[in-house]
């Protein structure tokens, strides 16, 4: 059984920072390649950044605004979210797979997923 637990959301004004954080129980947590999401009303869940033992990755959108880390010692991974924008409210979900050696971007590649958490940027 894998849980994954966010935290972090909020209000921000544009321009501010916000760090998301998520828990993972569910043995062995350096096995598992991570990856945040988002879903803003009416459009389709889309990738945000994944990290696995190897590399991180990010979507255009937000590369060089957000970064991804996670500490395998206390089976958690962040987001830290800069230079936030309007366009960048959504909830964020934290998701996990078991890592395979490739990179995976889309949500039907994660089984694992968390219950989401609300960030809301104000102009």
């Known amino acids: 059984q894998v849980t994954l637990t966010e935290s972090g959301g909020g209000l921000v004004q544009a321009g501010g920072s916000l760090r998301l954080s998520c828990t993972v129980s569910?043995?062995?947590?350096?096995?598992?390649?991570m990856g945040w999401f988002r879903q803003a009303p009416g459009k389709e869940r889309e990738f945000v950044a994944a990290i696995n033992p190897r590399s991180t990755h990010y979507a255009d959108s937000v590369k060089a605004r957000f970064s991804m880390s996670r500490d395998n010692a206390r089976n958690m991974v962040f987001l830290q979210m800069n230079t936030l924008k309007p366009e960048d409210t959504a909830v964020y979900y934290c998701?996990?797979?078991?890592?395979?050696?490739?990179?995976?971007?889309?949500?039907?590649?994660?089984?694992?997923w968390g219950q989401g958490t609300q960030v809301t940027v104000s102009s």
């Open positions: 998701a996990a797979r078991i890592w395979t050696g490739a990179v995976a971007t889309t949500p039907t590649e994660y089984p694992y």
């Open positions: 569910g043995p062995p947590f350096s096995n598992y390649a």
